[in-house]
């Protein structure tokens, strides 16, 4: 595997989240450039590269900034979504603990690039420790300059604002993210038609990943045809992969797409901890279908090679579980997650996270029949597709995952079989 | 029992309505600087930022319940809030879980006797990768081990 660093290339210097530093190592380089393109032209600049959200989704980002409108009566919001909460995943973080300046950046021409002059940055409650090294990094941006009534010299103003959530899972769904910072409860909107941009306070508003920003420096900077010189034709460029669970090295380390799994695990995390063997491996975050040792060692790191496999890519946090691993405890465990972060306006998802929860620890207690496997199945069936957002449908293909791959665990829990 | 915001945060409050299309985007912001001041939210809290961002108490009310970290009940003077979801799990949260309990001698969900310290456990704190985590108040602490707690619960007195 070659090294692949673009978001990640200022993290191993001293004061990386400081302004000199960033400054040294070329931060801000990018936004000249950019203020001497048309906004459209940076638009298409990103649809060249194929950039792809990094939030869990892939969805091309060019396309969706292309649904803003350049001629709308009235403002136009970025959100940026910091809300990091999916199990498995901490790459954001390390964006925002280690090159703040390098969002910022990316704010700055993804706002140029959609006629916004209002930033917001949706940050999980919890990571208060990194919203004040990047309110930190804000606040020199002002003081120099770089971002308030004229960006570095042009005629643009723009504002950024952090805001703080206060632990919602769900808050991190795009939709809910913006209710959520209109100051009501966290609930996915219904939204009729795909094709629209999403709205804060009724205008159109971009919501995209804090490493999905990061990025757009790098590509405006170096041209599309740069970020394409990684990854694959469909899946272009680096995506910051985590490591968690058994390996001997944990962590988050940069790499291109379309790079083995387990050649990844191998060479970042150091191998399974202990010398063990590996049984199984949740590829992009807690909400994507598990794989076992054997799809694990046989699957690329791309958003169609984990498709064939059945699963997702998702953020490309990888938690990885050794031979001793109780696949009907992790599972449970997951459950409970589910359980409590359900936002409850939907019955399929509100009642059937609880039951699911419920089958499964009564499995765990040697409480099970026959049929509550089955069950299980079933419930989650009903779960697919009914509900306002893709949450309850992500419950669903994990349930399944766990259960038509691990069966055998299931069924050695039922009673008597013990 | 009646809550007023320092006039610090009242600034503040009116410099951030500058910078949102309505102050009803607000009531998060406001709430927590209400628990940074008394370290939970009031009803008499509610009731202020409901008459400062002109909105109903009961939707003010209804924003503070639905977010897990806003806390309705008095908590300690540390609050513990240890993750329990699958890579901490996967990786000693257990063990580090009993250790706190005999430590403490409370379980999850309770305060200590002497209202120091509240137990919790969380959902994912976003700190996988240095799994197990808790959380102490605002701070994190990772890669738990009991000696580790050890000398947290040292420093926190
Ligand atoms: C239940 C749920 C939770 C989500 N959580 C996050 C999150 O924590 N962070 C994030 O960036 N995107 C999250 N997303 C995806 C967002 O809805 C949205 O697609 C994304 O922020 C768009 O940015 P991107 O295209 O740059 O990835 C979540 C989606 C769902 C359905
Ligand atoms: S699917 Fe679940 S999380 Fe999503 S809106 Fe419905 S109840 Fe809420
Ligand atoms: S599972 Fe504990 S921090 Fe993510």
Sequence with gaps: MRESKIVSRKFGHKESHT??????????????AAFALEATEIIDIIKVSGLRGKGGGGAPVGNKWALMPQDHDGPSYLAVNADESEPGTFKDRQIMAKDP?????????????IGAHDAYIYIRGEYYQFQQILQKAIDEAYAEGIIGEKVMGHDYRLDITIHRG???YICGEKSALLESMEGKRGHPRLKPQQKEPEWYFGNPTLVNNVETIATVPFIVKKGAKAYRLYGTDS???TLLFGLSGHVNRPGIYEAEFGVSMLEYIEQYGGGVKGGKRL????????????????????????YEDLRVMGSTLGTGGMIVMDEDTCMVSALKNLLEFYHHESCGQCTPCREGTGWVDGIVESLLKGEGTEEDVDRLLDVSQTMNGKTICVFAPAVSGV???????????????????R | MSFVFTDENLKKIEALKERYPSPKALSLPCLW?????????SMEAVEVIAELLDTPPMEIYRVATFYTMLNLEPVGKYHIQLCKTLSCALCGKAEVLKH???RLDIVPGESSADGKFTLTQVECLGSCGTAPVMQVNDVYYEELTPEKIDEILETLR
């Design chain 1, 19 to 32: 302004l000199q530093v960033a400054r040294k190592h070329g931060g801000y380089s990018a936004i000249d």
């Design chain 1, 101 to 113: 300046h390098l969002l910022i950046e990316g704010i700055i021409i993804t706002c140029y690039a």
């Design chain 1, 166 to 168: 206060a632990g919602a």
């Design chain 1, 235 to 237: 899946s272009p460029g």
């Design chain 1, 279 to 302: 049984k199984a491996v949740i590829p992009g975050g807690a909400s994507t279908p598990v794989l076992t040792a054997q799809e694990a060692s046989c699957v690329r790191l791309d």
């Design chain 1, 399 to 417: 349930i399944d995952s766990f259960v038509t791959k691990f069966r055998g665990e299931f069924e050695a829990y039922l009673k008597g079989a």
């Design chain 2, 33 to 41: 600087m209400a628990q940074h001041q008394e370290s939970m939210v």
């Design chain 2, 100 to 102: 706190l309990q005999e």
